[in-house]
């Protein structure tokens, strides 16, 4: 079942600027991550927030999570050509033990 | 670092070939979930095994089966390989809780 939901479905944008990318998922959560895939390879974990969090840095990634909106969103700051990749966000559902994962937003960073 | 190698990046077999795909981490994990990746689709989780000998039905069974004889190592079986299960096949493992996985690499398998 997909729980979560990326949008935009893809975004291209120029080095150095900002991307945003959000995540909207349906019944309530333990945690929500995001993860990102290279083209043709596995996905690598980057980031996990937890449903009492409302904001959470790592390094130039910044997360936020709504949870009366049922929503996150990723934002990559000062992006660079080594950003472009598929970001996906998983959810772990109160009443499901398993992981969810939307079908990601696919960004492409131009130098 | 945590490693998962999957046996395979690349295979093609034929429509009713029994397939193996494996999979194997160095961490000692103890969960290992096998899933499928189809563009539009996301990823969908065919089984996951939660100790050695263990195994769960995910979202998308049908057509599969897994084994877990060792810890480190989990196997996805194809019984007969149809044209619908082409796809991308991704193994991950992860320690105690089933957040935060860790991905092997993935095997585009085509069936023809």
């Known amino acids: 079942s997909q729980q979560g939901e990326e949008d935009p479905q893809a975004l291209s944008i120029q080095e150095g600027e900002n991307a945003t990318m959000n995540c909207s998922y349906k019944?309530?959560?333990?945690?929500l991550q995001w993860y990102r895939q290279n083209s043709g390879r596995g996905l690598v974990h980057l980031i996990l927030?937890?449903?009492?969090?409302r904001e959470k840095h790592s390094g130039r990634l910044r997360v936020t999570l709504d949870t009366s909106k049922k929503s996150s969103s990723l934002l990559i700051t000062a992006s660079r050509a080594a950003d472009t990749a598929s970001y996906f966000c998983?959810?772990?559902?109160?009443?499901?033990?398993?992981?969810?994962f939307g079908a990601g937003t696919t960004v492409t960073v131009r130098a | 670092d945590v490693k998962v190698t999957q046996s395979s990046r690349y295979l093609v077999k034929r429509t009713g070939e029994k397939v193996f795909l494996e999979c194997v981490q160095d961490?000692?994990?103890?969960?290992m979930f096998w899933y499928r990746q189809d563009p539009g689709l996301g990823l969908r989780l065919i089984y996951f095994?939660?100790?050695?000998?263990?195994?769960e039905k995910g979202d998308i069974p049908e057509g599969y089966s897994v084994s877990r004889e060792k810890k480190e190592r989990f196997s996805l079986i194809l019984e007969s390989a149809s044209t619908n299960q082409t796809s991308m096949y991704l193994c991950?493992?992860?320690?105690?809780?089933?957040?935060?996985?860790?991905f092997g690499p993935g095997t585009r398998l085509t069936v023809t």
């Open positions: 991950a493992s992860s320690r105690s809780s089933y957040i935060e996985q860790y």
């Open positions: 019944t309530s959560i333990n945690n």
């Open positions: 927030i937890r449903s009492n969090e």
């Open positions: 998983a959810t772990d559902a109160i009443s499901d033990y398993k992981l969810s």
């Open positions: 961490m000692d994990h103890e969960n």
């Open positions: 095994s939660y100790d050695v000998k263990m195994k």
